[in-house]
């Protein structure tokens, strides 16, 4: 199994940036994929979620009507478009997935972990 991630790099605030993550090794329309973050000196955040056809997403209090999580089944790979960037969005952002049909954060558990993108919003 592998989550490629990738689209990470300096922006300055106010821009955007679009992050892929490309899936292998396991049935990616099946699962539900979401996005951490973890900035230095910080806790994990989630960020975002979707199941498996994009029926139900969720956001962060903290990203919520800034970014925007979408999957491509045929193309094995979610994204996460984040617009507006502000330099507290910096930090090294993560895919996951989760067999769960659940994109609550108090639901949500990760079967499998990509590596990590930094992104880093200069103010």
């Known amino acids: 199994v592998q989550l490629q991630a990738s689209g990470g790099g300096l922006v300055q605030a106010g821009g955007s940036l679009r992050l892929s993550c490309a899936a292998s090794?396991?049935?990616?329309?099946?699962?539900?994929m979401g996005w951490f973050r973890q900035a230095p000196g910080k806790e994990r955040e989630f960020v975002a979620a979707?199941?498996?056809?994009?029926?139900?997403?969720y956001y962060s209090d903290s990203v919520k009507g800034r970014f925007t999580i979408s999957r491509d089944n045929a193309k094995n790979t979610v994204y996460l478009q984040m617009n507006s960037l502000k330099h507290e969005d910096t930090a090294v952002y993560y895919c996951a997935a989760s067999r769960k049909n659940l994109v609550s954060p108090r639901f949500f558990e990760s079967d499998y972990w990509g590596q990590g993108t930094l992104v880093t919003v200069s103010s």
């Open positions: 979707i199941t498996w056809n994009g029926g139900s997403t």
């Open positions: 090794g396991y049935t990616f329309s099946s699962y539900t």
